[in-house]
């Protein structure tokens, strides 16, 4: 089965300064990958989907990008970060095809955000 | 308008009573339904999942949910809570490759 890293695992960093959070999977090939934003500990925002390399969709306008270099490998980043991009970021991976839906995501273990 | 709604932020229960947790989705057709755990500064962890079949699916850490859809609901349940079952819990829908998750509701067992 699948292994999700996220590193850095916590992270405070000043407003205006650049951001980037990396997500590395283990055990699988091709995966779908998903990084999602937890605010308040409660709701999840879907931030960007990748089915493969070079291939991102973004689910909100927003401060941050995505970017998937390597196929197990997803990057979350921002130039300027804004007091509201606080949270605690979650990297999540499914296999399967892109479209079929049946296939649960697994989930990593989060980096926690705080921007001062 | 939410697809994926569950409608109590915080359910509370006695350790060895029941436990149910409320979803309902509002898709039509034949869902794809997961329930998630996280617990405290973690990340989510897959429970259990409906994709067709018995209605009654069995799950890890002896949950199990019902679909339902002529109610349209997909409840957690478990028969004797834990003190360790406390976390917060969401619900699911798949959608095109992606989750449309719930709100999330916050299960507190006390001894």
């Known amino acids: 089965s699948q292994t999700i890293h996220q590193w850095p695992a916590t992270l405070v960093q000043p407003v205006g300064s650049p951001l980037s959070l990396e997500c590395t999977v283990e055990g699988t090939s091709n995966p779908n990958l998903y990084w999602y934003r937890q605010a308040a500990g409660r709701g999840l925002q879907l931030l960007f989907y990748s089915v493969g390399i070079g291939q991102i969709s973004s689910e909100v306008p927003q401060n941050l990008s995505a970017s998937r270099p390597q196929d197990r490998q997803f990057i979350l980043s921002s130039k300027k970060l804004l007091l509201s991009d606080s949270g605690f970021y979650l990297c999540a991976c499914r296999t399967g095809l892109a479209g079929v839906s049946y296939n649960e995501q697994f989930f990593g273990p989060g980096t926690r955000l705080t921007v001062l | 308008a939410q697809s994926v709604a569950q409608p109590e932020d915080q359910v509370n229960v006695a350790e060895g009573n029941p436990l149910t947790v409320k979803c309902t989705y509002s898709?039509?057709?034949?869902?794809?339904l997961f329930w998630y755990v996280q617990y405290p500064n973690r990340g989510l962890q897959f429970l259990l999942k409906?994709?067709?079949?018995?209605?009654l699916v069995k799950g890890s850490y002896g949950f199990e949910a019902e679909f339902n859809k002529s109610q349209t609901s997909f409840h957690l349940k478990k028969p004797s809570a834990l003190v360790s079952d406390s976390a917060l819990y969401f619900c699911?829908?798949?959608?095109?490759?992606?989750?449309?998750f719930g709100q999330g509701t916050e299960l507190s067992v006390k001894p």
């Open positions: 699911a829908e798949a959608r095109g490759g992606k989750l449309i």
């Open positions: 898709v039509s057709g034949n869902p794809y």
């Open positions: 409906y994709i067709t079949g018995d209605n």
